[in-house]
């Protein structure tokens, strides 16, 4: 280094100062007068340039409120909601690199001629593609108007359109066409431009403006009819089928393995890490990240098994009852013998046993009123007994007949994954690899070849040389994911489920904070700084390790 | 490069596999966009149809323009061009100064001053809203081009994102500059702006894109429509009479070419940063 | 590199010319005061003297007659923008100060076509009314108030601030961003008496007037009228029906469509809120220290909300309805969810739908796209064949402005055309729809209405010149506009009763039940405010009760629990605020003239009497409106009031 610490100083400020004038007027300003406002009792509505009633300091009140006080319990309740949604990171983290190294690996097409063929190779393939699907789904003539043709849709609004059966099967051949002419022109660019154009393929979401994404996904997520569900369906079918003909203690024990195995490579994950840590083979700070991949594989691996062991049990409603035995059967009939002494018992419990095993609770309510008599007052209470025999359960992937996908953004158990796997769609492509990619690029050839010399390939080249040189990137990544996902999460519950199915986050909460009723910024700024603690201990961890592995 | 530097440049069944599992994700990642697209060409009535027909009954291509007549589209598109420019531009200017003193300069108190900029960072921007538009309009600002470019040139963000770049530089190579008599000015534009180049061309990215897409802050500083910028504009077809979604996706498919744009422009750059990098280092 | 640093500085640089020599100075203000003068025409007062100078000088050069203000409303907007250019030359020459100094008024509104029409009105009657040039624009604000807040409280916000309902109000005025207006709206005839009782508490706190109304909203019984005859089930009555008449109807009309496979629901946008406070729940208590919303009538009106989606199965579960929409249609003062109801109603899906008067536009369009449009494309190429082109045209010019906007007027004699095109199959094929009061279990409606406001920015460099907007909210020509395009219905009983809610543009076919007097009725005699409690905040409230009724809504609590957890929720948060707030607790202790005891639950030490109902119009009319001789309002359950809650209680 040049000169004395003082002349470096001053030159630094000299480098620093253009970027520093504008921080503490437009940043560190504001950040410092919220610090001091989250110890008053600041509120809009009373303190602002027309009054003239002073802010009142009031100590930590406001944190105390946050965290212990009567705000706790929402406060904590959005930041599960929070931390639930931030199990997207690591995936998405994860993703991203694999996809960076995988662009990396891809190498681009040499020559123009090379290019220029494999461009003719993919656009023949496209078109046999093209031909092949429109020749495979398009439905032939238009059926004869006076034979009858029938309606399959209709319009749900004010649409010019009622559509017969050839109609919609038209369209679906045009969307097929589509699709296949889609993927033949992702192969034909890859092929003709290699890593150039997957890299702006995948970088696309990013481009798109927020309000546009979360309403086309929207629209994505629909229940019934929407493009995910409508891709899921036949792949529950095949699973249903599986399921069906094969015994439940298949799937109990295959749920229990993958819960039991996830349980032990997370407690292995985390003696390693316990055991590095003491040795001081590794920081804190990656002892933190690891804790972060644990979390996420349990939900992952725990969610899939409890799945596994609901599959055989397919017969749940939609409403979230569960399926009803003989015994609640009879405390149904019991039930109705006082609520309905007008029914022939014999006859309702002629009925019940005539339903099987298991059935459905709409089944029951049926043959119970046909039994008792049949009026709309019979049916109110057969249906009130039946519903209140059979309890409310985890609905999991199944439902009523057979195998349902679910009900993205309505259902509380699934909204946030819906949100994650959005997320995660977002952001794979977006910043996060370009930083990897950038990263990569940085990396000095000689250290492969050093490495090559070494005899390192493949697996123990990634973590010797890659790993630790893209250290300083991954720390950026992994400190500004943290906060965009503690700070996140707003827009997306605004528009996408108006902050019902249990998605508000705690950028929500703030804002509703801060912006409705008394506009209490003081409160609000509390939560921030509160945020902003649970931030720092994560990012000084980091820092630290931050520090010591690039030897600064 | 890790793998290319030394596979030749054919096709082996690794990079067949790769190519294979990368077309498979494009297309996850093509669908959504085909299907925005047949929604920004249906009729709203016909949106909700489309889920089940695959392709809208009747095309309407005509929303494109029409998204033009509605809406002064063409000035919202400059706005929000012309002020993502500027604030990029400043932006990798005063970050990447920052950065160097940040990360190539040894100075007394150094890390605790960087910690103070990242901290920043980790305060939730609503609480700031309000003290912010303060100072925007205890400047003059409010209302004009200036508030909308001047805030955002100076960011915490792009100090830290450059500074972690310029970690990554071997510090022998501006030790070699200086024996050789360079100055700080020169080691910074000769030696290091040159190697931070993809940290550069990554930050202008994310600045552009950032600003382009921003909605919140153009939307409290602004009350002319002639200062307007594209997701503002956009404001109009979801407002309390009705959320006309085949224009909100047709206006913000247009909103989209110019960053596709630049960034095309750009990663040309981040590539050749790349080759530079490699020959240089 | 430094190249391309360089070269895009350079083009920067050339931007920001363009930026500041083009864009920037882009002024539309004068062209559309040049507009407003036209419309005005030679008038009396101070503007219409300047217009008639500038005809004088226009016959003077040219040889044709200028346009007169009848037809200048009717030219295309081209042609109009040519002689607004010719007017502002002439004004900019002969006047002492150029039509784009005239001050500009800032309105924070949502930007949509009807608010272009309405500044435009504003416009022309200031114009009229004080003889000066006067501007306005629109400033888009998000959906809620946040901007607005951020710039007021700094001293910058808009001149005229939108609120909506008593709690945006409230903050409005305690943050003291909104300008007193009471003395002005006495003398200038705005104040209170002109406006329905139940839009008071959105425009005045504490006696105060702050605000005027822009419109009131409310939602109300839509239904088909054709699936009612179809079915053999007589029409709602227009006094109102009780829940169980309704479930009778809705059980018949909820059916498996034979065609499409679809299921018909009876009825949808029946709302837990609005059931449980129309059946006798009540949310606060008189003196709004204590919740009281646990009460037999709210479970009841819980269970019956639970039992409509569940039991009966005539309304759609949240699961259902995600299914069947997610995109919006057009759709005033609501959100997208609400839009696809009135989407699913249009498409008979659903056989009656509680929905505001401004769900007109949706099923106007769907009016027109389905049957009248091809119908009239049929009478057109009869009519040119019969060589009757002067009809012909007629109908051509009505399907390009009803295709531009389902609001633009037509005339009596395109109508008359229109209904004569109409074969009998195209009016089966009509939407028939008719229009009733609310069910309630006891069969009196009931509405919780409130309205949209606008506020004076006290802080306001104009502020004066903004409060005449407020006098133009009670003009003539401000809640004709309201009312005859079917913005909900405008917050004025006088103008209402003097002019009717029906004008140009006349309801299409079909749909005329949307000029019904039970909209007005509906105000006039069952409205009632929303209750507020200076113990808790509105927006807390509804974060608090909104996912418990969300559970109650997806049937995954019972209706007593639901109302048990609201209740709990908010006396907890009230308790919570008063254990903070000395001044809160001072006010509590006034109000219940006790101390207030921490252990003690808040609903046992409380008050337990519920609020007295206020009478829904206040009964003399201290002031009438500056035009005078307003008529009696012929509403035809006027006469039906409705009973104290207490009563419903009991």
Known sequence: MIGSARKRLLIALAFLLPNLLGFIVFTAGPVAFSLVMSFTDWALTRHNRYSDTAVQWVGIENYQRVLVGDEAHLFWDYFGNTAFLMLGIPLGIAGSLALALMLTALPAPASTPRRARYALLGIILTLLAVAGTWLLTTPGPPPDPASGSELLLRSTETGLTDLTRYDVARLRSNAAVLAAAAAGLVATSGLAFGPMFFRGLFYLPSLLSGVAMFLLWKTLYRPEGGLINAGLAPILGWIDLAARSSPPLLWHIAGIALAAATVLAALFLVIVGLSRLIHRDSGPASFVGRLAIVATMLAVGLGSAYVLVQLPQRSLLPSGRAPLSQSSLSTVIDRLATDLPSAPPDALRRAAAGLGDTPRTTDAISALTAAAGDSAADRAAVTRAVLDAAPLVYEGLTSGDGLQPPLWLVDARWAKTALIIMGIWAGLGGGTMLLFLAGLSNIPPELYEAASIDGATGWSRFIHVTWPQLAPTTFFIVIMSTIGGLQGGFEQAMVMTQGKADTIVLAYYIYNIAFTDQFQLGLASAIAWVMFILIFAMTALNFRLGSQMTGD | MPAPATSPRRLTLATSAIFLALVVLGLTFVIPFLWQILISLSSLTDVDLLSQTGFPPVLKPGNYPLVFEKVDFAKYFFNSFFVAGWVTLLQVLTSSMAAYAFSRIAWPGRDKVFLLYLGTLMIPGVVLMVPNFAVVLALGMFNSYWGLIIPGAFTAYGTFLLRQFMLTIPPSLDEAASIDGAGHWRIFTQVILPLARPGLIVLAIFSFLGNYNSFFWPLILTKDDNLRTLPIGLLAFDSTYGRETPLIMAGSLMAMIPPILVFLFLQKYLVRGIQLGAVKG | MRALIAGLIGVWAILTAFAYTVVLPDERGDEALALAYLDLGPAEGPAGTIVADYLAHYRSQNPQEHPTPEQFRTLPDAERSAFAALFRDWYDRTQPKPLADAPTLVWSTDDNPARRVQCHLFRVWHLRTFGEPLDIATDPSNRDTTKTVVQCVAGAGPDLIESYGPSQLAQFVDAGVALDVTDLALQRGFGPETVFSAALTSMSRDGRQYAFPCNVGYTILFYHRDLFAQAGIPEPPPQGWTIEQMLGAARKLTALEASGGRRRVGIMGMSAWAMALADGGVFFNDKATASIFNSPETVAAFRTFQELM????????????????????????????????????????????????????????????????????????????????????????????????????????????????????????????????????????????????????????????????????????????????????????????????????????????????????????????????????????????????????????????????????????????????????????SLEGKPFDPDVPLRDQASSAPPQAPPARPAPRAHQPRHHAAPALPAPGAHLRPLPLAAVNA
């Open chain 3, 310 to 589: 569940y039991l009966h199965q005539v309304m759609p579960t949240p699961a259902e309805l995600a299914s069947m929409a997610a995109s919006g249609g057009a759709n005033m003062n609501m959100g997208a969810e609400a839009a696809s109801a009135s989407a699913l109603f249009s498409a008979k899906i659903c056989a009656m739908v509680v929905d505001g008067r401004w769900s007109y536009v949706t099923f106007a369009r769907r009016q027109l796209d389905r049957v009248i449009f091809p119908a009239l494309q049929r009478r057109i190429a009869a009519l040119e064949s019969d060589s009757a082109r002067e009809e012909a045209r007629l109908l051509k010019d009505a399907v390009a402005s009803l295709t531009r906007d389902v609001l633009v007027p037509i005339s009596d004699r395109q109508h008359e055309l229109i209904e004569a095109a109409l074969t009998p199959q195209d009016r089966a094929e009509l939407l028939n729809l008719g229009v009733a009061h609310i069910p309630t279990t006891t069969g009196t409606p009931f509405y919780e209405a409130a309205a949209r406001v606008a506020i004076v920015n006290r802080a306001s460099p104009r502020a004066p010149l903004a409060a005449r907007f407020l006098e133009f909210l009670a003009s003539e020509e401000y809640n004709n506009q309201i009312n005859f395009t079917f913005d909900s219905i405008s917050g004025t009983p006088g103008i209402i009763a003097r002019n009717g809610i029906s004008g140009p543009p006349r309801a299409l076919p079909g749909l005329e039940a949307f000029d019904s007097p039970v909209f007005v009725d509906a105000m006039d005699s069952y409205a009632h405010p929303k209750q507020l409690s200076p113990f808790v905040g509105d927006a807390r409230v509804g974060q608090l009760a909104g996912p418990v009724i969300e559970q109650l809504t997806n049937n995954l609590i019972g209706p007593a629990e639901a109302a048990r957890l609201i209740e709990n929720r908010i006396n907890a948060q009230i308790r919570a605020n008063l254990l903070r707030d000395a001044a809160l607790r001072a006010l509590w202790e």
